[in-house]
């Protein structure tokens, strides 16, 4: 007898630009205030965090520029697509964020967002540097290399 999990679509939306655009110094898990529908949308896919970026207001880190797209099935109380949500981290991962993102260079970028097996929206979230233009072309040189040994494996 199978056992029957509502949260068996695995969700994983990952920014692909980010990874691209910066190098990762570090990775935090923060959970996501969300509100009504955005959950919902969030199961169905409809996210793109490609112009979504981490920023703190006090002691508190939110993002800006998500976009969860409407609910189809809800009514008129439907959410913002693109409000500012708060993400949750443990007071000491904010405060060393914090201390690391006043740094010149330095940005928090959001990585991915996923379901957990709680069927809880989590993100991760990167402490990065930008790349200069020819890392971006060394990263380039490695993906084409990658593909082509790919392609003679078969």
Do not use: W
Not at 15 to 25: G, I
Not at 82 to 95: F, S, Y
Not at 111 to 121: H, P, Q, S, T, Y
Not at 128 to 135: E, N, P, Y
């Amino acid at each position: 007898m199978a056992k029957n999990n509502k949260f068996d679509k695995i969700i994983n939306i990952r920014n692909k630009k980010a990874s691209f655009e910066f190098e990762f110094l570090d990775k935090y898990k923060a959970g996501i205030v969300l509100r009504g529908t955005e959950i919902k949308s969030i199961r169905e896919g409809k996210v793109s965090l490609t112009e979504a970026y981490c920023y703190f207001r006090g002691e508190e880190l939110f993002i800006k520029q998500m976009h969860i797209a409407p609910y189809s099935l809800a009514s008129h109380f439907n959410h913002d697509p693109v409000r500012e949500r708060k993400l949750l981290l443990q007071k000491q991962e904010l405060r060393k964020l914090q201390n690391k993102f006043s740094e010149k260079g330095l940005s928090i970028v959001p990585v991915r967002i996923f379901i957990n097996d709680r069927g809880l929206a989590k993100m991760e979230v990167a402490l990065a540097k930008g790349k200069k233009t020819h890392d971006k072309r060394q990263s380039i040189k490695e993906k084409d290399a990658k593909r082509d040994l790919q392609r003679m494996a078969f």
